[in-house]
């Protein structure tokens, strides 16, 4: 079945510094991906939406140039984290559709924490 | 509040049938889907339903459609500690493909 590999799965980064994080579509083309934030026991925040070669659709409150994402290829999406602080401490999920089906593929995930 | 909404906890005992509720609010949506979350990882589908269909089942699973009510239930029949887990109701919400995901019902199974 279709893949998405999410990496990396836990990184810790101080304060002021950068992160990026990738996700691929492993055996078959993301058109899509969306970008997810998840708190402790809480939904999924949906923060933006890429499509393949086109700026990313960013949900209200997501700052564009704090949360930077590329989806340069059908294939690889990243999402990098710019000038991080502890508050951007969060569980990071990408999923990505599938042109051919109706489909929605999830990352495992990326546990961000700032210190 | 959530267009999409869930209770936020059951507790079942091992072999024992779980279901969980969810209602939605957008009359237009044509997916819904039930995704499964273990800790500490991403999201797997469980399985999803057309919105011209009532009832769909896969194994162990069973999907219940009421359109008139927008709501939407999975039943699991003789749940497993495996099972422990969030469960999310998520509807498609308009034509870009964006999901909106319930606050996600914490199910946990006791011998």
């Known amino acids: 079945g279709a893949v998405v590999s999410q990496h990396p799965s836990r990184v810790i980064c101080k304060s002021g510094t950068s992160v990026k994080i990738e996700c691929r579509s492993l055996d078959f083309q993301a058109t899509t991906m969306f970008w997810y934030r998840q708190f402790p026991k809480k939904s999924l925040m949906l923060m933006a939406t890429?499509?393949?070669?086109?700026?990313?659709?960013?949900e209200q409150g997501v700052e564009k140039d704090k949360f930077l994402i590329n989806h340069a290829s059908l294939t690889l999406s990243t999402l990098t984290v710019t000038s991080a602080h502890p508050e951007d401490s969060s569980f990071y999920i990408c999923?990505?559709?599938?042109?051919?089906?109706?489909?929605?593929?999830f990352g495992s995930g990326t546990r961000l924490t700032v210190v | 509040g959530e267009d999409v909404e869930q209770s936020l906890f059951l507790s079942v005992r091992e072999g024992d049938s779980s279901v969980i509720n969810c209602t939605y609010t957008d009359s237009s949506s044509t997916y819904l889907y039930w995704y499964k979350q273990e800790p500490g990882a991403g999201l797997q589908l469980l399985t999803y339903?057309?919105?011209?269909?009532d009832m769909k089942q896969d194994q162990r699973l069973t999907v219940l459609l009421n359109k008139k009510d927008k709501h939407l239930s999975l039943r699991i029949a003789d749940t497993q500690t495996g099972d422990s887990a969030i469960y999310f109701c998520?509807?498609?919400?308009?034509?870009?493909?964006?999901?909106?995901f319930g606050a996600g019902t914490q199910v946990v199974v006791t011998p």
């Open positions: 999923s990505a559709r599938n042109r051919s089906n109706y489909g929605y593929t």
């Open positions: 339903i057309f919105s011209n269909m």
């Open positions: 998520a509807e498609k919400a308009d034509s870009w493909g964006k999901l909106q």
């Open positions: 890429s499509n393949e070669g086109s700026k990313a659709t960013y």
